[in-house]
């Protein structure tokens, strides 16, 4: 191994020094001769005015490199055959440059052909991303520096990157100043392995818990996601890099949740689509100005996103203020005329996104299938200049503010062997696992375990020895992970004797088909519960760790049923009828339905989709070193056939059913989430008291000074995630029901006390009126404090009066 690492060392450095001959005189002390002309230009001067330095480079540039500025070349494996530049680069488009260069010599956990021996040690890979961008600063005519982007969903998705949860566990952490540090470290370790732009956060609003991408969500609530993607939005950018916004918009609420060759047709009126789809884009993109958004391929109203003026030049530009650069989702400007249907031919395609406001287009095909019909386009009239001039100058404006044009080398990559996956980094990515579970059910309060009164435990289910969703195609490769009976083992030591038996498969030969027509079980499958069943016959205590993995779950991933794939139902129903105790752990993308398991077993802990650390965090957990302090950011449903149910509602949307009276005829569906938005059990026990809301009576642009208490009445510390909700008691539309407007994870010693403040602004109360105007109305408001949505601890009112009263 020693040596192979020689010989990748060797390797780059005599490319550098191929790269370096007869062309030092290009860096200077304080500049970078671009162009080559001996002459300091204003783009090149690091003192110049912004505006000043795109418009200079514009001028100079012709269309063969403007055109290239409109696209992305995906790195290594994908679209890249090379790792470094090769002779040939010189007959390939990007001869002229390009915009960015997505995910080069990352490595993705599950695809092979990514796999470097240039990503890993870290300042190997810094190395060669500065070999890359050197090419295109020494060997283009202008030398435009590259862009160099990645996902970073679940971390960045590098080879041993520091990994995070899945981004609807990070959500129910509840935690901003977690998500702040986390977006830190994301941005921190980009910035060293050479990568400039994140894709990163998602801000999709997960309406329908059918929906694949459910994982890759914070959650169903507007305010919430919000919040969560302002903090990683700016915490990536204070590391010096961009932070690209997914996916722009109303992306997340497919027909039927089915998102595989469909991408479209989402159900979404105008003012549901303000109020809750592109809630959290407008705030993100107002307060903390990301310098990247990726428009999404669906349509909207009939009008593919991607190719829409209105989204990505009226809305995007105008009204939110948005002043970095726009790529497409992979597709998109395809899907426009192959899919959508609204363009005759690809190159019509191109046409109507660049002239909707698309700045680069981004997918896994060659730059030139993009290029190459846009400068028709342009040769024969079709598109102006003028749009080409200010679509690149966008491009260009945010590689400036990234300092690309005065540092565009990773500047000492040898300390990116110290600044990336560093021992507090570690500590965090466990922190953000331990804060992202959920306890759904502790009957009798029989979490946590004690190690002294337990002899024998028996891990069973077919995730319990599992370590493959601790992984992401979003995030980090090849980090060292623990499966829950692992965790178990370790924690325990040789105090207990932990057991393994797997039970089952994670889904059974016939499914999904299985769910709709049910199969008796084979001698195999028959044989692996009873083997389960028999083991815990033995065992005090049966932790069983069941749910989805990584392909059940994701994009295309829809699901028909929410129910425990394959046979892992009839695994939990074997194991209760035993009579021992089971302790439901739940590995999972999306809410599962899970109404039997919740009547009849005493404990379930929700661990989502976890990162590395999985076993150590639920151990822990299961034994009390940690209390378990996470908020369901999605609702839970009973059955699919109540979806849509999600918090905010509509008055009346998810109402009751009247079983007698004139209009009550009999009682025909199931009523009522399974568990509710913000729930969470803790080990502790709160109490809420003292709330004053003040002024009592103002005017419609003051704002409202809100406080109360929380104490921790229990007997162990614990976090207690208090929610405010904004109730308007009349408008003039039909507005929701209540609204989240304030939330804050508090930790709490035992009989501690502590004084919680927010303050409620006058957008908190905007609604949408009768002309689509975001107004605040007179009228009385109700203040709600709770420790979920529908457990409301406190509550009072306050009046909005009209100014001359």
Not at 154 to 167: F, I, V
Not at 485 to 496: A, C, E, F, P, R
Not at 552 to 565: A, D, W
Not at 766 to 795: C, H, P, Q, Y
Request: aromatic share 10%.
């Amino acid at each position: 191994m020693k040596s192979y690492k020689i010989v990748v060392v060797l390797a780059i450095s005599l490319l550098f020094i191929g790269m370096k001959t007869g062309k030092k005189s290009i860096y200077h002390k304080d500049w970078i001769d671009f162009n080559k002309n001996g002459v300091k230009d204003v783009y090149e001067d690091s003192k110049a005015h912004l505006d000043d330095r795109v418009s200079n480079l514009i001028s100079l540039m012709n269309v063969n490199e403007k055109t290239c500025q409109m696209a992305t070349l995906y790195g290594f494996s994908r679209v890249l055959e090379d790792e470094f530049p090769t002779p040939n680069w010189k007959n390939r488009v990007w001869k002229d440059g390009i915009a960015n260069i997505d995910e080069h010599l990352n490595t993705i956990w599950n695809q092979e052909k990514t796999h470097t021996p240039y990503a890993y040690p870290y300042s190997i890979h810094a190395e060669s991303i500065n070999k890359v961008q050197k090419w295109f600063i020494e060997e283009t005519r202008l030398g435009i520096p590259v862009d160099f982007t990645n996902e970073g969903v679940h971390g960045l998705c590098h080879e041993k990157a520091t990994p995070l949860p899945a981004p609807i566990g990070i959500g129910s952490t509840w935690n901003k100043n977690l998500v702040r540090k986390a977006g830190e470290m994301v941005g921190r370790e980009a910035k060293a392995l050479g990568y400039t732009n994140v894709y990163a956060p998602i801000l999709d609003v997960a309406r329908d818990q059918r929906w694949g991408r459910v994982l890759e969500c914070y959650g169903e609530e507007p305010f919430h996601i919000a919040e969560m993607g302002k903090q990683m939005t700016l915490g990536i950018q204070s590391q010096g890099v961009a932070s690209t916004l997914k996916h722009f918009a109303v992306y997340s609420i497919p027909k039927g949740a089915r998102d595989g060759d469909a991408r479209t047709d989402p159900h979404v009126a105008p003012r549901e689509m303000f109020q809750l789809h592109l809630y959290p884009f407008k705030r993100v993109l107002e307060e903390a100005k990301p310098m990247g958004v990726m428009s999404s391929y669906n349509d909207y109203d009939g009008v593919p996103v991607s190719a829409s003026y209105y989204f990505l030049t009226e809305l995007l530009r105008e009204k939110y203020g948005f002043d970095g650069y726009v790529v497409s989702d992979s597709e998109a400007v395809e899907y426009v005329s192959d899919k959508h249907r609204v363009a005759k031919d690809y190159k019509e395609a191109v046409r109507q996104v660049v002239e909707a406001g698309l700045n680069v287009r981004t997918t896994f095909r060659t730059p030139e299938s993009f290029i190459e019909p846009l400068r028709e386009l342009i040769k024969e009239g079709k598109i102006s200049m003028k749009t080409i001039d200010g679509l690149v100058s966008e491009v260009l404006k945010v590689k400036f503010r990234l300092g690309l044009f005065d540092k565009p080398y990773v500047e000492n990559p040898k300390e990116a062997d110290k600044l990336v996956h560093t021992v507090e980094d570690e500590e965090l990515s466990k922190q953000i696992n331990r804060e992202s579970l959920v306890l759904l059910k502790n009957e009798n309060n029989l979490l946590p375990l004690d190690v002294k009164k337990v002899k024998n435990i028996l891990v069973t289910g077919p995730l319990a020895d599992e370590v493959s969703f601790t992984y992401s195609r979003y995030g980090p490769a090849f980090n060292p992970s623990v499966s829950v009976y692992q965790g178990l083992k370790n924690y325990v030591g040789s105090k207990v004797n932990v057991s393994h038996v797997k039970g089952c498969d994670i889904v059974d030969e016939n499914w999904p088909d299985s769910e709709i027509i049910p199969t008796p079980l084979s001698v195999k499958e028959k044989a692996d519960i009873d083997a389960a069943v028999e083991k815990a016959k033995q065992s005090d205590i049966i932790i069983a760790v069941v749910g989805e993995d990584e392909k059940r779950v994701g994009e295309t991933k829809s699901r028909t049923s929410l129910g425990l794939p394959g046979r892992q139902f009839q695994l939990v129903q074997a194991l209760f009828a035993t009579g021992k105790p089971v302790v439901l752990v739940l590995i999972n993308g999306q809410p599962l339905t899970i109404n039997w398991e919740n009547k009849f077993l005493p404990a379930i802990l929700e661990a989502w989709f976890p990162s590395t650390a999985a076993g150590d965090v639920i151990a822990e957990t299961l034994f009390g070193d940690y209390n378990p302090g996470g908020k369901l950011s999605v609702t839970f449903p009973k059955t699919v056939g109540q979806i849509p149910l999600n918090f905010p509602f509509k008055p009346g949307s998810q109402a009751g059913q009247p079983g007698a009276g004139p209009n009550g005829y009999g009682n025909t569906r199931v009523l009522g989430p399974l568990y509710p938005f913000g729930y969470g059990l803790s080990y502790a026990t709160f109490e809420y008291s003292d709330l004053v809301v003040t002024p009592a009576q103002l005017n419609a642009q003051a704002d409202v000074e809100v406080s109360f208490k929380v104490k921790n009445t229990g007997d162990r510390a614990g976090d207690e995630i208090v929610q405010l909700y904004i109730k308007d008691k009349v408008s003039s539309v039909t507005t929701y029901d209540s609204q989240l407007r304030g939330f804050e994870r508090v930790p709490l010693k035992p009989d501690e006390t502590k004084t919680i403040n927010f303050t409620i602004h006058p957008d908190d109360l905007a609604i949408l009126d009768k002309d689509m105007n975001w107004t605040v109305e007179d009228g009385a408001f109700e203040v709600l404090i709770g420790s979920s949505s529908v457990d409301i601890k406190l509550r009072k009112q306050f009046e909005v009066i009209p100014v001359n009263k």
